[in-house]
Every structure is written in structure tokens, then in C-alpha cells.
């Protein structure tokens, strides 16, 4: 190819896909909007590597190609327990939910997992409606993520940190290693990939199940919530890095924002700088030292779990950097039951909820 030719674009790549369907009768049998998509998805690829001057894209390989997309649909396509899909037919699903009434469905993304063997259907709907943006109000509490508890709030509330990588690496490594002494591209090598790659997808779905779950305890007892702003794939790249991606701190951040914004709640990030050195009540600084896990200020005497500390520091960062509209509505959650069982668990201390001051 000459170099004076210039660089083919997004809509050049498409109108040529009629000439290849000509030449090729395989491309016929997928439909139109599918090969559009492709091509738009490898033209983002391609302009992203372009801009960061790194990180080629890579060739996918039979297999590596885990999704397609039709982008438009002229009819509903669910009938019943089963969806209708252009040049492929009625598919038998299972619909975690109804379409609520008054959206329509926009388009529908096939996706597969585990080597082919689990298949989804996202399905995106779309109405013509706006949502406000949700302004700070009600009762706030500060969320401190760590790796011995998973989070403290500023209520006290202490949640261990689950090790859903950890302990499964012993059975993953187990499994990795059969893999390995089969022969590639056999029927034993495909059986045995297919088991990494499934213990590998019950790891993601049972972490993301637990990040769902506590991102509702924490919108059942407050109004508006507030984290660090803390990069956490700059942590990842340290000594305890495999511990900070087992816990999932980023992907825990993001479904919590999601969940607020779904229950009508006020969710914000505050500056992480010094959040576990400094006194709540008085400001003053304390040493900022990892073993020390129980903090007594100097100043003023306050004393409290350092987690639980912190936690109260970004609360309050957060009431000072938002305006609340509406004061605070709820008791704080050591004072009453909230109704919720699990919640009121926590509460009991069954999960190692409550502070508990170490003996001298």
C-alpha cells in the first residue's frame, strides 16, 4: 500500500463491506449492522492507540471475540421466555426482570463467558425521560476501604474484607496446572481450559455479588455518600497489589455510585490526602503509621478504631465541600434498628461490626 494513500476512515470501511460481501458469501449469513459494529469497534481501537502511542490492538483470534451488538431493532424482540435475534432466530432466556412500562427497546448485545459455554443478553431500553441530578441531603456517613476490613463507616460500622481470590487460588493453581500438561488444541486441553476459566468467572461473580450487596446496606442507612478519590490501579502495582484486585476496591467505588444513583441517593468523592493521620474532632496530626491500629489524640482525648477514624475525616470533608439542602432525617445507626436483617446483624456485631477498644 502506498504511503500517499491516506488513512481509511470509519464510513470508507462501511461502504466497503458491500463490495467484500460479494467476494466473501460468508458475510452475508451475519447481519449488516453486526459487520457495521465491528468495524466501528476496531476504528475506536485503532484511533485509541493512535492517540496513547502504545498498546497495539490486538488480532482476535477465534474465541478471543466474547461479544456482538445489533444496535437497532425495529420490532420487540422478546416473545415471551424468548428473544428473536436477526439471522439466528428465537433464543430461549431467562429474563432476570420485565421491561418496565414506557421504555422501548433500543438495542440488544450478545456476550459470551467461560470459553463459549455461558452465553447473556444485555438488552438496553431507553425512555424519554430526564433525571435530575441528586443534590447532597439527609444524613451523610464517610466510607474507608482498606485490607483488613473491607470498609468502616463513620457510624463504627466494620465489615471484614472477603478473600474471594485467595481462597480459591489453591484449587485455581490445581486446575492451571492439569491444563498445562495437556496437549494444545485437543479435546482434554478445551475441557480443561473451560474449568480455569469458569472458577475464574465464579471469582468475578461472587465479588461482584458481595460489592452490590454492601453498596444497599450502606443506601439503607444514609442519604448521601462520600469516598476517596483514591487511584487504585496506582495501588494495584505494589507489594500487596494481588490483595488490592482480589478486594476490588475500584469496581466496589463505581456500583456504589451506580446504587446511589438508582435509590435517589448523594454520592461524592472528597480528597484522600491525610485521611489516616488526622483527628476528626480537632484536626491535629497523627503518626501515621500502619501498626498503630487504634488512634488516641493528644489534644482532645478522642479515641477510635483508626478505620472508623478515617472514615469520620472524609465524612467530614464531604459536609464541608457540599451544601446540604436538607438537614439530617435518620438517627445514627448505632441508636436504632433499621428493619433490614442484615443490617440489623451488623449492628449485633455478628460480622465484626462494632468498635471494639484493644486492652492496654
Given at each position: 500500500?502506498?504511503?500517499?494513500?491516506?488513512f481509511p476512515g470509519?464510513?470508507?470501511?462501511?461502504?466497503?463491506?458491500?463490495?467484500?460481501?460479494?467476494?466473501?458469501?460468508?458475510?452475508?449469513?451475519?447481519?449488516?449492522?453486526?459487520?457495521?459494529?465491528?468495524?466501528?469497534?476496531?476504528?475506536?481501537?485503532?484511533?485509541?492507540?493512535?492517540?496513547?502511542?502504545?498498546?497495539?490492538?490486538?488480532?482476535?483470534?477465534?474465541?478471543?471475540?466474547?461479544?456482538?451488538?445489533?444496535?437497532?431493532?425495529?420490532?420487540?424482540?422478546?416473545k415471551g421466555s424468548?428473544?428473536?435475534?436477526?439471522?439466528?432466530?428465537?433464543?430461549?432466556?431467562?429474563?432476570?426482570?420485565?421491561?418496565?412500562?414506557?421504555?422501548?427497546?433500543?438495542?440488544?448485545?450478545?456476550?459470551?463467558?467461560?470459553?463459549?459455554?455461558?452465553?447473556?443478553?444485555?438488552?438496553?431500553?431507553?425512555?424519554?425521560?430526564?433525571?435530575?441530578?441528586?443534590?447532597?441531603?439527609?444524613?451523610?456517613?464517610?466510607?474507608?476501604?482498606?485490607?483488613?476490613?473491607?470498609?468502616?463507616?463513620?457510624?463504627?460500622?466494620?465489615?471484614?474484607?472477603?478473600?474471594?481470590?485467595?481462597?480459591?487460588?489453591?484449587?485455581?493453581?490445581?486446575?492451571?496446572?492439569?491444563?498445562?500438561?495437556?496437549?494444545?488444541?485437543?479435546?482434554n486441553y478445551e475441557?480443561?481450559?473451560?474449568?480455569?476459566?469458569?472458577?475464574?468467572?465464579?471469582?468475578?461473580?461472587?465479588?461482584?455479588?458481595?460489592?452490590?450487596?454492601?453498596?444497599?446496606?450502606?443506601?439503607?442507612?444514609?442519604?448521601?455518600?462520600?469516598?476517596?478519590?483514591?487511584?487504585?490501579?496506582?495501588?494495584?502495582?505494589?507489594?500487596?497489589?494481588?490483595?488490592?484486585?482480589?478486594?476490588?476496591?475500584?469496581?466496589?467505588?463505581?456500583?456504589?455510585?451506580?446504587?446511589?444513583?438508582?435509590?435517589?441517593?448523594?454520592?461524592?468523592?472528597?480528597?484522600?490526602?491525610?485521611?489516616?493521620?488526622?483527628?476528626?474532632?480537632?484536626?491535629?496530626?497523627?503518626?501515621?503509621?500502619?501498626?498503630?491500629?487504634?488512634?488516641?489524640?493528644?489534644?482532645?482525648?478522642?479515641?477510635?478504631?483508626?478505620?472508623?477514624?478515617?472514615?469520620?475525616?472524609?465524612?467530614?470533608?464531604?459536609?464541608?465541600?457540599?451544601?446540604?439542602?436538607?438537614?439530617?432525617?435518620?438517627?445514627?445507626?448505632?441508636?436504632?434498628?433499621?428493619?433490614?436483617?442484615?443490617?440489623?446483624?451488623?449492628?449485633?456485631?455478628?460480622?465484626?461490626?462494632?468498635?471494639?477498644?484493644?486492652?492496654?
Open positions: 500500500m502506498s504511503p500517499d494513500i491516506p470509519e464510513r470508507s470501511q462501511k461502504r466497503q463491506l458491500t463490495q467484500w460481501k460479494k467476494t466473501d458469501s460468508s458475510l452475508k449469513e451475519v447481519h449488516s449492522q453486526v459487520t457495521q459494529d465491528v468495524v466501528k469497534r476496531l476504528h475506536n481501537s485503532w484511533e485509541s492507540f493512535r492517540k496513547r502511542g502504545r498498546g497495539f490492538p490486538r488480532f482476535k483470534k477465534y474465541g478471543r471475540y466474547q461479544s456482538f451488538l445489533f444496535p437497532q431493532l425495529s420490532t420487540n424482540p422478546l424468548q428473544i428473536k435475534l436477526p439471522k439466528i432466530g428465537l433464543v430461549d432466556i431467562n429474563l432476570h426482570r420485565e421491561i418496565p412500562d414506557g421504555f422501548k427497546i433500543k438495542g440488544v448485545r450478545v456476550v459470551s463467558r467461560c470459553r463459549g459455554t455461558k452465553w447473556f443478553v444485555v438488552i438496553t431500553i431507553q425512555a424519554d425521560v430526564s433525571v435530575p441530578d441528586i443534590p447532597f441531603f439527609g444524613r451523610a456517613i464517610g466510607v474507608d476501604v482498606g485490607l483488613i476490613d473491607f470498609l468502616a463507616t463513620s457510624d463504627g460500622l466494620r465489615i471484614p474484607r472477603p478473600k474471594f481470590f485467595v481462597d480459591l487460588q489453591r484449587k485455581l493453581k490445581l486446575l492451571q496446572r492439569r491444563a498445562t500438561r495437556k496437549q494444545k488444541r485437543s479435546k475441557k480443561s481450559q473451560i474449568k480455569v476459566a469458569r472458577l475464574h468467572h465464579k471469582i468475578a461473580d461472587t465479588r461482584k455479588d458481595f460489592h452490590l450487596k454492601i453498596a444497599h446496606q450502606l443506601c439503607d442507612q444514609a442519604d448521601s455518600i462520600f469516598v476517596e478519590d483514591i487511584d487504585y490501579t496506582v495501588m494495584a502495582k505494589g507489594f500487596l497489589g494481588k490483595h488490592i484486585l482480589d478486594a476490588g476496591f475500584g469496581q466496589f467505588r463505581e456500583l456504589l455510585k451506580w446504587v446511589c444513583w438508582k435509590r435517589g441517593k448523594f454520592f461524592a468523592t472528597v480528597d484522600h490526602k491525610g485521611t489516616s493521620k488526622q483527628c476528626p474532632e480537632c484536626g491535629y496530626q497523627w503518626e501515621n503509621n500502619l501498626s498503630i491500629r487504634w488512634h488516641t489524640c493528644a489534644e482532645c482525648g478522642y479515641s477510635n478504631n483508626r478505620d472508623v477514624a478515617s472514615a469520620q475525616v472524609i465524612c467530614n470533608r464531604g459536609i464541608d465541600k457540599y451544601p446540604r439542602t436538607i438537614g439530617e432525617r435518620k438517627l445514627p445507626a448505632n441508636g436504632v434498628l433499621s428493619g433490614v436483617l442484615c443490617l440489623d446483624k451488623c449492628y449485633a456485631g455478628t460480622l465484626n461490626c462494632e468498635v471494639e477498644k484493644p486492652a492496654p
